[in-house]
């Protein structure tokens, strides 16, 4: 019998008082020794049977439990070599209090930073577009379409919509937007962030290599140039497991109640 299991199964007796399903109990169990670090990202569960046997539970029961962790994403199965503990995501800090790229973030951390294109072209603006980037319906609109990649792990796919005018060729853009827009003297210098929590879809999910229905980030933003002129709209799905937004809050002054 493995530590592992070992680990598991004193947290098992440590429940068994709760009255809980058995699964549940299990499912916890398995939980709170990966919280403790009783088991570590990367090490092997204990098999099916193992478990069975030494819990004194049925296989199936065992099975529920590790599929919904497996859903939670707090374990992964591994086709033909079995469930390991899933690897822990280093989380990322991002302010939002100042406006930079992708590509320059994660550049300041240190992380190599890669794109995946999932689209790029010229279309014909959606309602939404044409309303925040001040589009006619005989204008076109630049999308341009990215699951972006750090130290090899997706973090966000990131949708951003420009008018065609400000970005003529979106295939020509190389690995950065922001730098590309630099280069034409159409770089925002501000931005309105709107951010909400979304259950993540089949498609999304399969794409930022989570499982179908864990949190994550819906992030819309907004930005101007100097002008005052929108620039670019971007709507993205960030992982809710790999990013923390932090903001500094000041006490507003005299007069400044309620501004936004
Ligand atoms: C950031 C922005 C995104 C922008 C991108 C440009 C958020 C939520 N999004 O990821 O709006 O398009 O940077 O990055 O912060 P790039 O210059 O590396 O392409």
Redo the contacts with the bound molecule.
């Keep these: 019998m493995s530590e592992a299991a070992d680990q598991i199964f004193a947290m098992l007796k440590q429940s068994a008082q709760s009255g809980a399903p058995l699964y549940l109990q299990l499912r916890k169990s398995i939980e709170d020794a990966v919280n403790r670090g009783l088991i570590g990202p990367g090490d092997a569960l204990p098999s099916e049977r193992d478990i069975a046997s030494k819990a004194d539970i049925s296989r199936v029961t065992v099975r529920k439990a590790v599929q919904d962790l497996v859903k939670g994403g707090i374990l992964v199965q591994r086709h033909g070599s079995g469930t390991f503990v899933a690897p822990r995501m280093e989380r990322v800090e991002?302010s939002l209090s100042r406006l930079?790229?992708?590509?320059?973030?994660?550049a300041r951390r240190g992380m190599a930073?890669r794109?995946a294109w999932l689209d790029r072209g010229l279309y014909a603006p959606s309602p939404d577009e044409m309303m925040v980037l001040g589009l006619s319906s005989n204008e076109l609109v630049a999308r341009?379409a990215?699951l972006?990649i750090a130290n090899d792990t997706p973090l966000?796919i990131?949708r951003?919509a420009l008018s065609a005018s400000v970005l003529p060729d979106p295939a020509a853009?190389g690995?950065?937007?922001?730098?590309?827009?630099e280069t034409t003297g159409h770089r925002p210098v501000r931005?309105v962030?709107r951010?909400s929590a979304a259950n993540l879809g089949d498609d999304d999910a399969r794409l930022l290599e989570v499982p179908s229905g864990i949190a994550g980030l819906h992030?819309e933003?907004i930005?101007y140039l100097a002008s005052g002129k929108v620039i670019?709209f971007?709507r993205?799905i960030?992982r809710g497991d790999a990013y923390d937004f932090v903001a500094e809050l000041r006490l507003s002054g005299p007069g400044e109640e309620g501004r936004p």
Excluded: H, K, N, W
């Design positions: 991002q930079t790229s992708f590509t320059e973030d994660m930073v794109s341009v990215r972006r966000a990131e951003a853009i690995s950065s937007l922001y730098a590309a827009l931005a962030q951010i992030i933003r930005s670019e971007t993205s960030y």
